[in-house]
């Protein structure tokens, strides 16, 4: 290891202050060091004048012409907030998203350009107010006027600016959220507000209220997934899986996978392991597929009960790939991750099952099974040529390539040369297609030459 990765593993483990002081002090011995750290302080500020003066000429044209100018901008601040610039960028982030909102109002956005650099001149505008917190009651008040006004804005994402208002910003967002919705203002405003106070109880750490807030609303998965979320991470476990059960047992459908995953995390938490397995192997005989089969090994490697499950999960993908095809895709992915390659293809071939999974096993089998694996890519010339399109064409004429090698190697040039006229004399209309094959360098039939 040398000296150099030495000093600076050791620079690492001091506090940004007591680094400023050792560059500071041999910045004052270096007239070198200290003119290049000039420099680039300079170099800084003048970025930001130069950023100011582009908002100052930024008139509103075309709503391209207008971004083009504001994303300029924004990329400074974004470029200066990256590097850990000390210098305050909140008052230009602000001027920049009060700018947008302004012009927003005087032209016709219809493209979105300038609504998306609004969003991201938020962001940064939050990011910015981390770095150097302005004001809180004034950051509380903008806020605010933001989210009650009449503006079509972006949802102001409050967490982002949570450490820029610290308690006393939060408190004072709460205080008038909390009078409008026992004012009971209209329904815009009182959507809002409701948002705003399940964010404030989330920020807060309030695990009481968010979850009290969140059971009110109308039953959906996603709410309960929430939930679970929120008590699991507060360690209430148990809390977590009488919630989680009651979700499951409302809903059959595909979107109950994060609740399972959930529920499971739960029950392995409060050290349950065998309901946790229970539960996965419960999952996957409703619906077996590749995701619940690496559920339920995690489970049963746990309880040291892998073997006896593994073989029954593979039993009933078998016999469930007997009735549908979709199954059979799950079931090669699993002797795939089995490292079973072999077994997996014969599943494959017999089923048949997606293109894309019977490509990844060709590329697996073509090594030493050039003959069993050309009539797959034969397919996915045919599938490539169906697009109608410049880039498919060329991928077309990739595969060409490849089968022309597995021909050679399966010592069947001859049919290669058969399938390529058949191929082209079935799409000879296809200029494009034939300059593909042209420049992949295969020497087509004489007849296309011509």
């Given at each position: ?8 593993g050791?620079?690492r483990?001091?506090?940004?202050e ?40 930024a ?15 924004l ?12 210098a305050?960028?909140?008052p ?37 107010c ?40 939060i408190?004072r967002?709460?205080s ?41 609303k ?32 409302h ?24 309901e ?8 996957f ?19 040291g ?21 979709a199954?059979?895709?799950?079931l090669v ?48 010339v ?54 593909e ?14």
């Amino acid at each position: 290891m040398s000296s150099t990765t030495d000093l600076r593993g050791y620079l690492r483990t001091l506090d940004a202050e007591t680094l400023i002081e050792l560059l500071h002090a041999q910045a004052g011995r270096d007239p070198e060091l200290r003119r290049a750290l000039e420099l680039k302080a300079g170099t800084q500020g003048g970025d930001v004048a130069e950023a100011h003066r582009l908002l100052d000429t930024a008139a509103v044209g075309g709503s391209f012409e207008y971004a083009t100018k504001v994303g300029s901008v924004l990329d400074t601040l974004q470029r200066l907030l990256d590097a850990g610039s000390r210098a305050d960028l909140a008052p230009l982030a602000r001027r920049t998203v009060d700018d947008i909102s302004r012009v927003l109002e005087q032209i016709d956005d219809y493209s979105g350009v300038v609504y998306d650099e609004l969003e991201r001149a938020v962001d940064l505008y939050a990011r910015a107010c981390v770095a150097h917190p302005p004001d809180v009651n004034g950051l509380a008040d903008w806020i605010l006027r933001i989210e009650f006004g009449d503006r079509d804005w972006p949802e102001i994402e409050l967490a982002d600016f949570a450490q820029a208002l610290g308690d006393k910003g939060i408190a004072r967002i709460k205080s008038t959220v909390d009078k409008m919705i026992a004012d009971g203002v209209d329904d815009h405003r009182l959507a809002t507000a409701e948002r705003l106070r399940e964010d404030i109880a989330e920020i807060s750490g309030d695990v009481d209220a968010l979850v009290a807030i969140l059971s009110a609303k109308p039953p959906r998965l996603d709410i309960s997934l929430k939930i679970v979320r929120v008590l699991r991470g507060a360690g209430r476990h148990a809390e977590a899986i009488a919630h989680a059960a009651k979700a499951l047992a409302h809903d059959k459908g595909p979107a109950r996978a994060p609740v399972v995953d959930e529920l499971a995390g739960a029950y392995q938490e409060a050290g349950q392991v065998d309901e946790a397995l229970t539960l996965r192997r419960t999952e996957f005989d409703r619906k077996p597929s590749h995701a619940a089969y690496l559920a339920l090994r995690e489970a049963a490697i746990e309880r040291g009960q892998w073997p006896s499950q593994k073989r029954a999960a593979l039993s009933l993908l078998r016999e469930r790939a007997d009735e549908d095809a979709a199954i059979a895709d799950e079931l090669v992915r699993v002797l795939l991750t089995e490292e079973r390659p072999d077994e997996a293809w014969r599943v494959s071939t017999r089923y048949g099952g997606s293109l894309e999974l019977r490509l990844e096993l060709a590329e697996l089998r073509e090594q030493d099974h050039p003959v069993e694996v050309i009539p797959v890519y034969k397919i996915h010339v045919d599938e490539l040529i169906a697009h109608k399109d410049p880039f498919y064409y060329r991928e077309a004429a990739k595969q060409l390539r490849k089968l022309r090698t597995l021909h050679k190697r399966a010592d069947s040039a001859e049919e290669f040369s058969s399938y390529l006229a058949d191929l082209v004399e079935t799409h000879k209309r296809k200029t494009r297609l034939i300059a593909e094959v042209r420049n992949a360098r295969i020497a087509l039939p004489k007849v296309v030459r011509a």
